[in-house]
């Protein structure tokens, strides 16, 4: 199958990559266009424009940083919608607003083309192995006919409804790890107090009623100083502040949410520390 990808950064090269391992030609795009050389260097073809990616494709993928960047790469003058020919399928697998997914999908239906919101979870490694958790929202004959490639990126696929529903779910996602993240921060501080011995820790709580993904592929790099991002912090504050923002249209209250958002503001927007992976957070402390 031809297959397109803007946005290939950490996760999305992983990605793309996986799905020509599986034999589908991939056209690329990046805005940094030397993000894409691995994936030319491994059979991939560049295209100058997301509207060339989409001219080509049957199905385009996209994974870019924030709504803002979805809205330009979908809707822009070199956008997707501009090059997309009637009948193909895109797929944005950012994390981003529900109601912006369902403004692409829309969009899509009203001009012959057809769209899923698919974010995932899993962070770099993940997308490496092959074992992200895919969140789907759609039309369901779209996600069945995508739904090969899912399986190829991802381990555990679910279709949640119509458009928007996928991004719900992966807000439901951020909450949950958020609580994760100031959870193994603050343990790791507790432990470092108490004069413990930090591997052992990880390795009894790894074992036990504590145990999480967050926990099993963060300490480990914390351990060890590496604060390169599996995630980008600032990527991870933009969805806290989507959930949140979902959250209160609901008339949720969700306060512990509403914390960990001020602790990576602090560490985003106060100590300029965005660039670093989610579990930088403890830089903060």
């Not at 994974?63 to 956008?79: A, I």
């Not at 895919?134 to 090969?148: C, I, K, S």
Request: cysteine-free; aromatic content about 8%.
């Amino acid at each position: 199958m031809q297959l397109g990808f803007v946005g290939t950064g950490v996760m999305g090269a992983a990605i793309a990559k996986n799905l020509m391992a599986a034999g589908h030609q991939m056209t690329v795009y990046n805005r940094t266009k030397s993000k894409t050389d691995a994936l030319v260097a491994a059979g991939a073809t560049w295209a100058a424009t997301p509207a060339l990616v989409a001219a080509k494709s049957d199905v385009v993928f996209t994974m870019v940083g924030f709504p803002k960047d979805v809205e330009q790469v979908y809707f822009g003058d070199d956008g997707i919608f501009s090059g997309l020919k009637a009948g193909k399928i895109v797929v944005d697998m950012t994390t981003s607003q529900p109601k912006l997914a369902v403004k692409i999908a829309d969009y899509a239906k009203q001009h012959g083309f057809q769209a899923l919101d698919a974010p995932v979870s899993g962070g770099d490694i993940g997308a490496k192995n092959a074992t992200l958790t895919v969140m789907v929202g759609g039309d369901e004959a779209t996600y069945q006919a995508v739904l090969p490639l899912f399986k190829i990126m991802g381990h555990q696929v679910n279709h949640f409804g119509a458009a928007g529903t996928g991004q719900h779910a992966k807000m439901a996602n951020q909450i949950m790890i958020a609580g994760t993240m100031t959870g193994l921060t603050e343990m790791l501080l507790y432990t470092k107090a108490a004069g413990l011995e930090p591997q052992t820790v990880l390795e009894t709580l790894s074992s036990g009623g504590a145990e999480n993904w967050s926990m099993d592929n963060y300490v480990p790099r914390i351990l060890k100083d590496d604060y390169t991002p599996g995630f980008f912090a600032r990527h991870f504050l933009k969805d806290l502040r989507i959930a949140l923002t979902e959250a209160d249209a609901m008339g949720l209250d969700l306060v512990a949410t509403a914390q960990a958002k001020r602790l990576y503001e602090v560490m985003v927007d106060v100590k300029g520390l965005g660039d670093q992976g989610t579990q930088g957070l403890i830089n903060i402390y």
